[in-house]
């Protein structure tokens, strides 16, 4: 999905349907520089542009899914100041860690003071019992996988007794070393330790021990396969040959939208390494700041399914022509290291003109725009019932549940037709009525319907006379842009 409009009015559109169905949350939100915005107050920055930032990242937590993570592409100006919000939002114990990617790879010469090459990518959690990240797989056998077993196999050891840490009596056993002497668990100085491995495990894959015999006597070891391991564990510093540069990204770029270069893309392989990392295929991703739609882009490509939203007018003049480039099968970025060729869709969304607007007397109304099949299939929408309207029976529109259903009209409604719809309504049923108008004291003539005045009945659900970012974004200039 593709979705042109402010994303804080697409991300509530979105947590009907999706709410606990991301797996992977990737944002690269404007920096907070001064060039990043059209007016930049000192004083008000850091609060300006983290409360600005509270409420989408807020719905951004209810639609991950339980496994889901969010990773958040920031630098010095917010990162910090960010964490302190998360940490409230999401809860300190889901901070998984942070990333630093190494954005640049040339200094900057003309830089006062420090020539920056590295920005911060948050991690967080929804659930940090339940997340697992996928481990990276070795290209090549690591330099301290340097012995060679009867088979050829290589390995490296660790000691099979515990360097510190907690001591557990049911791993405080003796083991029998080469020469019949029995060997527990102490430290060189004499102290107390524990083995890694349960007397099962010493047993049934005494194979894998090796001894020592050092000035201090016998020691064990047990032997770590490189033909075992499943990859290694996600590291925090990622180099801009493993994860891109915005030299390449620019690159990338240019080579696909000529002089209509994005001015602040993001590497493809960049993306490629997060997601390879946060999810697998099938896995549903989201940026809501999409930008010239290098996320969408790498997931589809990736096999992944996602969910983009864009304001700007690049959402037309890149984001759209960049999926359409994906989808005819485009060979640059990471197509060539995944085998793209091609292939797929998408769809294309524009947000629908605000709902509620004021009239020439500042009070609100219906939107004229709204044709009363749009009214209804909003209002069921905003007050969560599925729109589904039933061809035989004209006032079950939607439904919630099984036996909840909701009622819109743009008509007055009278008392003669809610008897009507009355005695049609199961005892078992229940039914919401939003209406433009109705008569006095119906809203309790019935305990089963429940019936609300619209617009009041959505003012509180939906946002109001918004149509922008409130970010005030504007595109940097070649001329401000140093970092080539």
Known sequence: MLIHGDNLIALKALGHNFSGQVKCVYIDPPYNTGSAFEHYDDNLEHSTWLSLMVPRLRILRKLLCEEGSIWINLDDNEAHYC????????????????????????????????????DYILVYAKNIKKIKFNREKYDTVQEHYKCVDENGRRYYTKPLRVMGGNISESLFFSIIAPDGTEILPYENNGKKSCWRWSKKKVIDEADRIEWVNGKNGWNPYFRIYADTLKGAPAQTIWSHDEAGSNRA?????????????????KPEKLLL??????????????????????????AHKMGRRYIGIELGEHCYTHCLPCLKAVVDGEEGGISKCVGWKGGGGFRFYELA????????????IINEKFNIMMLVES?????????????????????????????????YLSTNELDSIARDLKKSDRLMICALAFDIGLGKRYENIQIRKIPMSILSKCEYNKDNYNFNIIRQTKQNDKEL
Not at 353 to 364: A, E, H, R, S
Not at 393 to 407: E, H, L
Request: overall charge neutral; charged content about 20%.
């Open 249 to 265: 990204s620019k690159r990338e770029s240019k080579l696909l939208f000529g002089e209509n270069a994005f001015g602040t893309p």
């Open 273 to 298: 390494k997060l997601l390879n990392i946060a999810t697998s295929p099938g896995d549903i991703v989201l940026d809501s700041f999409l930008g010239s739609g290098t996320t969408a882009a790498v």
């Open 379 to 411: 209002v069921s929408k905003l007050h969560g019932f599925t729109f589904a309207p039933d061809p035989d029976i004209y006032w079950k529109q939607g439904r919630s549940q099984d036996n909840c259903y909701i009622y819109v009209t743009a008509n």
């Open 83 to 118: 964490k302190i919000i998360c940490d409230e939002l999401f809860g300190r114990k889901q901070f998984v860690g942070t990333v630093i990617w190494e954005k640049a790879d040339s200094p900057r010469m003309d830089a006062s003071l420090f020539s920056v090459r590295h």
């Open 353 to 364: 003109p605000t709902l509620i607007v004021p009239d020439k007397y500042g009070q609100p």
